[in-house]
């Protein structure tokens, strides 16, 4: 009986050791730097630069298609985010991703839903809606999304970003309303 212990536990791989885990208040401050990063993109190599760092070097980044896609799209590594950086800033312009804001009783909050990962660190949903302007119409839109990520010693370790396509609308430019009637 000793023997077959010992052999099952033999043949299973040692833990992960113990990594310290997040506040919720630093995990939110990382979410929230996700999304102010994000909106700074530009051609320019210190917003790409700003934005990776909040990454581990072996991080995932999981997209939906593009319009010429089907499935996911997944980005592996700084090297991987580098490339998805390029891709957004060479199709899309001014974008303005904010965190939704729930209310209830008069009160107003964003909603951080996090529950503690098994590799160590904690995972965190937002919701979200992305503004930005596609460079190749001019057009701007909104698109409601959802975001997914997993940290672990304070970086992203995977992030898993929705956008609920059928569900973008087209928004008009100030000044240019239709009148009513």
Known sequence: MVLLVTLALAG???PAPPVAPSSAAETEALVRAWFDRWNQLSDGPASVDAWIQLYEPDALHTTGPASHQKGTVTFKGHEGLRA???????????????????????QAAVLF??????WGGPSVAVQFAAVYTEKAT?????????????????????ARIYLAADE????????????PG
């Open 84 to 106: 998805l950086a390029a891709m957004t800033v060479s199709t899309t312009e001014r974008p303005a991703y904010r965190l939704e804001i729930e209310t209830a009783r008069e």
């Open 12 to 14: 299973q791989s040692a």
């Open 168 to 179: 973008r609308a087209e928004v008009e430019p100030q000044g240019k309303r239709k009148p």
């Open 138 to 158: 001019g057009k701007r839109y909104v698109t409601p999304g959802a975001a997914f990520f997993q940290v672990q010693g304070g970086k992203i370790r995977r």
């Open 113 to 118: 839903h996090t529950a503690a990962g098994p």
